[in-house]
T-cell receptor
Framework: KAGVTQTPRYLIKTRGQQVTLSCSPI?????VSWYQQTPGQGLQFLFE???????NKGNFPGRFSGRQFSNSRSEMNVSTLELGDSALYLC?????????????FGEGSRLTVL | DQQVKQNSPSLSVQEGRISILNCDYT??????FLWYKKYPAEGPTFLIS?????DKNEDGRFTVFLNKSAKHLSLHIVPSQPGDSAVYFC??????????????FGTGTRLTIIP
């Protein structure tokens, strides 16, 4: 089975621009979660989608949004980029049923905002 | 409010010895606790978990201990191997009617195994 695939792996943007990141989950997984990793902050939960519906949302401003398509692929968008948005954005998938919390992560998209 | 805390940013251990990584939490409602391992340029990978109703779970060289009264868990790696050098994240989850894919992570501990 192919793992979680995230694109692009690296990107550089300037303040005020917007960015869209893509995530393809493991085949058969219906839940996709997004996390932001920054130095000293660990991984912070952004949101989670299941069957095209947002089920959970973290404490991020409205500039951060996401969606999920019928094939379970997901995108997240960040508008009006700020310097502090520079981070590694990680996508994770799971079957979506109640489980122990075991998630399968992609390699991440590293965003640099200049 | 950091509900899951890893107070040691780094830890160095001699190869063959025991590595002990610690994690504290504040929310007594967490249902599961997990450890993830992360190598540079890779995503985190699941290592081991423990239900809040247990106090120990073992998987090969890895054992997780949970002390609910102290709101503390630890990961023991015995014996430590060079390939164990990575950043280890402690995480916790709450089961809800919507599943429990939301994890609360600690800030990570960088483990270095010295050959």
């Amino acid at each position: 089975k192919a793992g979680v695939t995230q694109t692009p792996r690296y990107l550089i943007k300037t303040r005020g621009q917007q960015v869209t990141l893509s995530c393809s989950p493991i085949s058969g997984h219906r839940s996709v979660s997004w996390y932001q990793q920054t130095p000293g902050q660990g991984l912070q939960f952004l949101f989670e989608y299941f069957s095209e519906t947002q089920r959970n949302k973290g404490n991020f401003p409205g500039r951060f949004s996401g969606r999920q398509f019928s094939n379970s692929r997901s995108e997240m968008n960040v508008s009006t980029l700020e310097l502090g948005d520079s981070a590694l954005y990680l996508c994770a998938s799971s079957e979506g049923q109640v489980n122990t919390g075991e998630l399968f992560f992609g390699e991440g998209s590293r965003l640099t905002v200049l | 409010d950091q509900q899951v805390k890893q107070n040691s940013p780094s830890l160095s251990v001699q190869e063959g010895r025991i590595s002990i990584l610690n994690c504290d939490y504040t929310n007594s409602m967490f249902d599961y606790f997990l450890w993830y391992k992360k190598y540079p340029a890779e995503g985190p990978t699941f290592l081991i978990s423990i239900s809040s109703i247990k106090d120990k779970n073992e998987d090969g060289r890895f054992t997780v201990f949970l002390n609910k009264s102290a709101k503390h868990l630890s990961l023991h790696i015995v014996p430590s191997q060079p390939g164990d050098s990575a950043v280890y994240f402690c995480a916790a989850s709450l089961i809800s009617n919507f599943g429990n894919e939301k994890l609360t992570f600690g800030t990570g501990t960088r483990l270095t195994i010295i050959p």
